[in-house]
């Protein structure tokens, strides 16, 4: 069975971290691009983060540039997004997606082929 599990969530105060983890099974993630997306209450589920199937391309959303960090290591079929400096606006539930795509990534919500079930961060003091 495909599937890609999210973990490392929970709560945090202002300007401290975490580090989520999105761990697949049942595929080979190397072949395939990773998004990591995050929704709020009320709000559309943004495309926050995304790395190429190499890890050699990223791209990342402005509201958290410099902030967080999207990796892989294609050897364990895991990516990973590290949270610093985090704000309470950055509170959401977060998902992980893995879509079969050659040297690029996209954020682009529709393209992404498996979901994982997400993890909630709160960020609050």
């Known amino acids: 069975q495909l599937q890609l599990v999210e973990s490392g969530g929970g709560l945090v105060p202002p300007g401290g971290s975490l580090r989520l983890s999105c761990a697949a099974s049942?595929?080979?993630?190397?072949?395939?691009?990773i998004g990591w997306f995050r929704q709020a209450p009320g709000k559309e589920r943004e495309g926050i983060a995304c790395?190429?199937?190499?890890?050699?391309?990223?791209t990342t959303a402005n509201s958290v540039k410099g902030r967080f960090t999207i990796s892989r290591d294609n050897a364990k079929n895991t990516a990973y997004l590290q949270m610093n400096s985090l704000k309470p606006e950055d509170t959401a539930v977060y998902y992980c997606?893995?879509?079969?795509?050659?040297?690029?990534?996209?954020?682009?919500?529709?393209?992404?082929?498996?979901w994982g079930q997400g993890t909630q961060v709160t960020v609050s003091s």
């Open positions: 997606a893995a879509v079969e795509m050659p040297r690029i990534c996209l954020r682009t919500r529709g393209i992404y082929t498996y």
């Open positions: 790395i190429s199937s190499s890890g050699s391309n990223t």
């Open positions: 049942g595929f080979t993630l190397g072949y395939y691009a």
